[in-house]
């Protein structure tokens, strides 16, 4: 079982910066970041898996980075050029096999964190 623990969301203006964390416990291959709008089916922003690689999502290459600290079960997302298009929640995930920008495939979500980018 993998218990996963969001952190770091808040309102920041168009062009800042926010990151987020997710602290974990229990072993998994492949963590990721994804974020649902009202309404809107759960997007992929970021994987990476246990070897370091990774999936960014068009929409965000450039601006985000996901990257994690194994000494302290921690995963990141340093999101730069904010836009209030990023406006959402955001969730971290783990548990999939195959480490793609797909929500149905992670067995593990963290409560999710807001962000909020005003113009």
């Known amino acids: 079982e993998v218990h996963l623990v969001e952190s770091g969301g808040g309102s920041v203006q168009t062009g800042g910066s926010l990151r987020l964390s997710c602290a974990r416990s229990?072993?998994?291959?492949?963590m990721g970041w994804f974020r649902q709008a009202p309404g809107k089916e759960r997007e992929g922003v970021a994987t990476?898996?246990?070897?370091?690689?990774?999936s960014v999502a068009e929409s965000v290459k450039g601006r985000f980075a996901i990257s994690t600290d194994n000494a302290k079960n921690t995963l990141y997302l340093q999101m730069n050029s904010l836009k209030p298009d990023d406006t959402t929640m955001y969730y971290c995930?783990?548990?999939?096999?195959?480490?793609?920008?797909?929500?149905?495939?992670?067995?593990?979500w963290g409560q999710g964190t807001q962000v909020t980018v005003s113009s």
């Open positions: 995930a783990a548990g999939a096999l195959w480490c793609r920008l797909r929500a149905y495939e992670f067995n593990y």
């Open positions: 990476i898996s246990s070897d370091g690689s990774t």
């Open positions: 229990g072993y998994t291959y492949c």
